[in-house]
């Protein structure tokens, strides 16, 4: 298995697991990119983009507005 972790040290001095994620890694092929052309700058803008999104739906989530439909839009453009 792989796995990622995120941590967070809490107001109480702990440190916390906030992220994680475990995955097989996939046996019958490669995991290079197919698409070969894909930049540096590219992958540096999609996360860039990814993290503003979410950022942007945690706002909107707390000050009660339409957070929903703002999480749907970004499933719809940064997922396939």
């Known amino acids: 298995l792989e796995y990622t972790f995120g941590f967070f ?21 490669s995991n ?3 698409e070969s052309d894909i930049t540096a700058d590219e ?5 860039k ?7 942007s739906i945690g706002q909107r989530y707390t000050r009660h507005w339409d957070y929903e439909g703002r ?3 970004f499933l719809e453009t940064m997922y396939d």
């Not at 107001?11 to 890694?25: A, C, D, K, W, Y």
């Not at 992958?43 to 996360?47: D, G």
């Not at 983009?49 to 950022?55: L, P």
């Open 49 to 55: 983009a990814w993290g503003e999104s979410i950022v």
């Open 32 to 34: 290079v990119t197919l």
């Open 71 to 73: 999480t749907y839009r």
């Open 9 to 29: 040290r809490d107001p109480h001095g702990r440190v916390r697991i906030n992220l994680h994620f475990s995955t097989t890694p996939f046996e019958k092929g």
């Open 43 to 47: 992958v540096t803008n999609a996360i």
